[in-house]
């Protein structure tokens, strides 16, 4: 497994060099004059001012150039300095946050990290435990009724489902706010100079390593909306595909024989037929935790979460192309890595998997 690992690890340069150059062929289908917003935050009004930019800058440079420039960057010819260069971790500016892209990132991406880490316990626990009991009792009222479940949580809207939720439990209910944080909490943390460290930018661990369990529960009220509406539609995926796998681990003749040797049903299921169905489980799980880590679009939207997702939405909606693409490569480095856990995941579940 080690020797795998290591050669994943060799052969993710060149995905990404693979990543990098589809962005770009992105990037190079905007004119020079739009592509100038990757090197200055106010674009001038003149043709004359926006051409001396054009030069300085070397957007009218062959390709291949162009390319190495936006890897590594390039010297200032007034200043000296280096600038640009993803490498580097300049993405461009972002009109819509405005700030770097970089910058937008390090702050939206904790705000989808937590509600990844939050979403993703019960989703998969519950997911699969319930895709054990429909298999368990096959065509029988209790799997009829966890089908069904599945079928409405897979066929819902995500908008839909948040819609009814903000309307239930915070517009008729008052229970759980959307956004990260009350007021109250919020003058709390984000003031200058506070006495509360933002270690993670992730309130719910800030606040437990900041000993402030106020803010603690303040912002796991404001996380269980989100979570379960995230949670309850990605159930019924989990739930289908463990119940296939489950069924089809229950028929092996490993399974037959542990019956035959008096074992009790539990057991035979528990730690026989459900281990050896997590892999596909494992599978489907980590690309929809990925998929949080992307940022989760419509559900921040909904529930006013400033994430990545938001960010998404914000930049789309004012034509930020800059910004769209640098959230683009990012999210491709987090999915090439989330593949790799993915792999390694499956021989850690199922020790007949070799890894060759």
Same mark, same amino acid.
Request: aromatic letters at 10%; a neutral charge.
């Given at each position: 497994m080690i020797a795998y !690992?290591? +050669? +994943?690890?060799?052969? %993710? &340069? !060149?995905?990404? !060099? /693979? *990543?990098?150059?589809?962005?770009?062929?992105?990037?190079?289908?905007?004119?020079?004059?739009?592509?100038?917003?990757?090197?200055?935050?106010?674009? &001038? +009004?003149?043709?004359?001012?926006?051409?001396q930019l054009i030069e300085k800058y070397r957007l009218d440079d &062959?390709?291949?150039?162009?390319?190495?420039?936006?890897?590594? =960057?390039?010297?200032?010819?007034?200043?000296?300095?280096?600038? =640009? /260069? !993803?490498?580097? =971790?300049?993405f461009g500016w972002s009109h819509t946050a405005q700030v770097p892209? %970089?910058?937008?990132?390090?702050?939206?991406?904790?705000?989808?990290?937590?509600?990844?880490?939050?979403?993703?316990?019960?989703?998969?626990?519950? /997911?699969?435990?319930? =895709?054990?009991?429909?298999? *368990?009792?096959?065509?029988?009222?209790?799997?009829?009724?966890?089908?069904t479940f599945s079928i409405i949580g897979y066929s819902l809207p995500t908008f839909v489902f948040g819609l009814l939720m903000l309307l239930v439990f915070y517009s008729r209910l008052d229970w759980f706010p959307p956004e990260r944080l009350s007021q109250w909490a919020r003058a709390v943390v984000d003031v200058p100079n506070s006495e509360f460290v933002q270690y993670t930018r992730m309130y719910t661990v800030d606040a437990l390593l900041n000993l402030r369990f106020d803010i603690l529960l303040d912002a796991l009220r404001h996380?269980?909306?989100?979570?379960?509406?995230?949670?309850?539609l990605n159930w019924a995926i989990v739930l289908r595909v463990m119940r296939s796998s489950m069924l089809e681990s229950l028929r092996q003749d490993y399974i037959t024989t542990a019956r035959s040797k008096g074992l009790a049903e539990r057991v035979v299921t528990n730690r026989h037929a459900r281990k050896n169905a997590l892999i596909p489980v494992a599978t489907i799980g980590g690309i929809i935790f990925v998929g949080y880590l992307s940022g989760v679009v419509i559900t921040e939207t909904i529930y006013n979460l400033h994430g990545m997702g938001k960010l998404y939405a914000d930049a789309?909606?004012?034509l930020d192309i800059v910004t769209l693409l640098g959230l683009t490569l990012f999210n491709g480095v987090i999915l090439i890595v989330g593949n790799l856990v993915v792999d390694v995941l499956y021989a850690v579940i199922d020790p007949r998997v070799r890894l060759s």
């Amino acid at each position: 497994m080690i020797a795998y !690992i290591i +050669r +994943r690890l060799l052969i %993710m &340069p !060149i995905i990404l !060099i /693979g *990543v990098t150059m589809l962005i770009f062929a992105m990037l190079m289908l905007l004119s020079p004059v739009e592509r100038v917003a990757l090197y200055v935050s106010d674009i &001038p +009004r003149r043709p004359a001012a926006i051409q001396q930019l054009i030069e300085k800058y070397r957007l009218d440079d &062959p390709i291949h150039v162009q390319y190495w420039h936006w890897l590594v =960057g390039q010297e200032d010819p007034e200043t000296g300095e280096t600038r =640009g /260069g !993803i490498l580097r =971790g300049d993405f461009g500016w972002s009109h819509t946050a405005q700030v770097p892209v %970089m910058q937008a990132i390090k702050e939206r991406f904790p705000g989808s990290a937590e509600l990844a880490l939050w979403s993703a316990v019960p989703m998969l626990a519950i /997911g699969i435990w319930l =895709g054990v009991q429909s298999a *368990v009792h096959h065509n029988k009222f209790v799997d009829h009724v966890l089908r069904t479940f599945s079928i409405i949580g897979y066929s819902l809207p995500t908008f839909v489902f948040g819609l009814l939720m903000l309307l239930v439990f915070y517009s008729r209910l008052d229970w759980f706010p959307p956004e990260r944080l009350s007021q109250w909490a919020r003058a709390v943390v984000d003031v200058p100079n506070s006495e509360f460290v933002q270690y993670t930018r992730m309130y719910t661990v800030d606040a437990l390593l900041n000993l402030r369990f106020d803010i603690l529960l303040d912002a796991l009220r404001h996380m269980v909306l989100p979570v379960v509406g995230l949670s309850y539609l990605n159930w019924a995926i989990v739930l289908r595909v463990m119940r296939s796998s489950m069924l089809e681990s229950l028929r092996q003749d490993y399974i037959t024989t542990a019956r035959s040797k008096g074992l009790a049903e539990r057991v035979v299921t528990n730690r026989h037929a459900r281990k050896n169905a997590l892999i596909p489980v494992a599978t489907i799980g980590g690309i929809i935790f990925v998929g949080y880590l992307s940022g989760v679009v419509i559900t921040e939207t909904i529930y006013n979460l400033h994430g990545m997702g938001k960010l998404y939405a914000d930049a789309a909606l004012n034509l930020d192309i800059v910004t769209l693409l640098g959230l683009t490569l990012f999210n491709g480095v987090i999915l090439i890595v989330g593949n790799l856990v993915v792999d390694v995941l499956y021989a850690v579940i199922d020790p007949r998997v070799r890894l060759s």
